[in-house]
């Protein structure tokens, strides 16, 4: 299975948020919801410079991404594992800025003060090794 799979595509296409998961430096996890995009190749997210997920990022890039729902036999999700690359600016980085405000209309344009990426932040997309699902049927 990989990203591409109409089943995830669809199924992301469904959600808002995902847990991110990151190395600390003492090797334990850290998992924290994530607004995210999602294309054929990669997911990609939007976090605040300095934040310890960025740093165990820029430390070790391994990450874990599930986006999960449902209940008591009806569990459906995917699970990505990869490595985040962060983005430099360039007309891609803002393109995706674009979409990023398109899909959280009005919360992140509220959150950001208007539709132009603040300085603090940091986008980075996971390009993933190895990608699972269940219950899509």
């Given at each position: 299975m990989d990203l591409a799979d109409a089943t995830v595509q669809r199924y992301l296409a469904t959600k808002d948020v995902a847990l991110l998961a990151t190395v600390n430096p003492d090797g334990s996890p850290l998992a924290m919801p994530m607004w995210f995009l999602h294309n054929p190749a990669?997911?990609?997210?939007?976090?605040?410079?300095g934040l310890a997920k960025v740093r165990n990022l820029t430390r070790d890039p391994r990450v874990c991404v599930v986006a999960e729902s449902g209940g008591r036999g009806d569990i459906?999700?995917?699970?990505?594992?990869g490595r985040a690359e962060f983005l430099d600016d360039s007309p891609e980085r803002r393109?995706?800025?674009?979409?990023?405000?398109?899909?959280?209309?009005?919360?992140?344009?509220?959150?950001?003060?208007g539709r132009v990426m603040p300085p603090t932040r940091v986008m980075f997309r996971i390009v993933p090794s190895h990608v699972r699902s269940w219950g899509l049927g």
């Open positions: 990669t997911l990609t997210m939007i976090s605040v410079a459906r999700g995917v699970a990505v594992q393109a995706l800025v674009e979409r990023f405000l398109d899909k959280y209309d009005p919360h992140l344009a509220k959150l950001w003060n």
